[in-house]
């Protein structure tokens, strides 16, 4: 039934309120088997998922949506397979409800322990990616937490497909469907309200471009994760191997140009600028990067880089381009690098390519972002790869969570107090 009005929005609140506290109680072995249940649905169950996501692909690209976002959207066989490994991947990973994080003695005899608990109701408001809604699912499942979800209206076919095989996963294993809820209904007064929904939601993710994170920091009534706005450097240090990091700037850049930790700007010390620059140009402008170049930056490549690279402007610097573009700066020094990286990143991932331990422990000490690299690619910023099954969402804050939030990042915990008789005085 479409979610149409405010009341039927609460209604779907709710009922996720109710199905948390049963989910809350789900033994482990319960849990995984809905995660495993839905790992095979989507192994065995692609056909309708992927001619929703076709019908959704096709009016999005007749309607101007740019390659990137097109990216985000398009769902293949490869992909659903790669997302039900995820799945399992988190059915592998230990249950984080019940957790003992730590106990104490009191001097009174009390006994204080600190115990890991879910957070109930966890909100997500997301664009673009059909993924998201499973990847969601899977990790609030697993930490105790019913979820709802809202993707944007150009994937509205492919996450009503997707929700249909969550729901059996969990009747399957006998756990109700209610655990997961999804509006529907594109109607922004619906987002609106769902923003106001404190009374329902514990937590609220926002996942897609700046201005979706921005809205909904200025109007959440609950607490919310905002972040994952990701202008990424990768600052190549006099002391780098040039050929490592013309690889590693590939693949940062190349790899998925549309994703969050993809690279934006390239920093490039002076010492090696005239060796090390056109071997990195060359290898992203093959892969058919536009490079928007600082003066020195444009000298160094020469005439011969004129179909390639253009004079970078202002908005360059600190810009998210999710697309096959780059920035590119020769800068003087570590602390120029530094301080580019202080005044132009978002927080997200930076990187540096140096052998000089001293620069990279600089590096690591003074960058102020959730993912710093010493001779990596930032491309790695993603839950999966740091072992967390899947993510929720990357936060860019830095309170309760900070990076990819993976399982204990949707727990929060409770004191539990034993005593034998104490009272206070």
């Not at 990790?139 to 709802?148: D, P, R, T, V, Y």
């Not at 594109?186 to 514990?202: E, G, H, S, T």
Request: glycine residues 8%; contains cysteine.
């Amino acid at each position: 039934m479409i979610t149409k009005t405010v009341q039927d929005l609460h209604a779907l609140g709710l009922a996720a309120r109710k199905a948390s506290r049963e989910v809350a109680r789900l033994s482990t072995e319960v849990k995984n088997q809905v995660l495993l249940n839905l790992a095979g649905l989507l192994r065995s169950d692609q056909a309708g998922v992927l001619a929703a996501n076709q019908l959704d692909y096709q009016e999005a690209k007749v309607d101007g949506m740019d390659e990137s976002m097109l990216d985000r959207l398009l769902l293949t066989s490869e992909r659903l397979n790669g997302t039900a490994d995820e799945v399992q991947r988190v059915s592998e990973l230990p249950d984080p409800v019940g957790e003992v994080i730590e106990t104490a003695t009191m001097p009174n005899g009390l006994i204080t322990t600190r115990r890991r608990v879910p957070l109930g109701v966890v909100g997500s408001i997301y664009e673009s990616r059909p993924n998201v809604t499973v990847d969601i699912f899977g990790l609030c499942l697993k930490s105790g937490n019913a979820c709802i979800l809202r993707g944007g209206k150009e994937t509205i076919r492919s996450n009503t497909a997707l929700v249909t095989l969550l729901r059996k996963a969990l009747l399957d294993a006998g756990v109700t469907e209610d655990a997961v809820q999804y509006l529907d209904n594109p109607d922004r007064a619906l987002v609106d309200a769902m923003l106001r929904m404190n009374d329902y939601i514990d937590l609220l993710v926002p996942r897609g471009g700046a201005g979706l994170v921005k809205f909904v920091a200025e109007n959440a009534t609950m607490p919310a994760v905002t972040g994952g706005i990701g202008v990424c450097h990768t600052y190549v240090d006099r002391a780098a191997n040039l050929q490592m990091a013309a690889e590693i700037v590939h693949n940062a850049k190349v790899r998925r140009p549309s994703i969050c930790n993809a690279l934006d700007t390239v920093l490039v010390h002076s010492d090696v600028a005239a060796e090390g620059l056109p071997l990195i140009a060359k290898g992203l402008t093959d892969s058919g990067v536009e490079l928007h170049c600082d003066i020195r930056a444009l000298s160094i490549l020469g005439p011969d880089a004129s179909g390639t690279a253009v004079p970078a402007n202002e908005d360059d610097w600190g810009k998210e381009f999710l697309a096959l573009i780059a920035a590119v700066k020769v800068v003087d020094s570590l602390d120029d690098a530094l301080e580019h990286i202080e005044t132009y990143g978002s927080g997200h991932s930076e990187a540096i390519i140096t052998e000089d331990e001293a620069a990279a422990t600089r590096f690591l000490d003074e960058v102020d972002a959730a993912a710093v690299y010493v001779n990596a690619s930032t491309q790695f910023t993603d839950g999966g790869q740091f072992g967390l099954g899947a993510e929720v969402g990357i936060s860019t804050q830095k309170f309760h969570a900070r990076g990819p939030m993976g399982l204990k990042e949707l727990t929060t915990y409770k004191w539990v107090i034993m005593g034998t008789g104490q009272v206070r005085q």
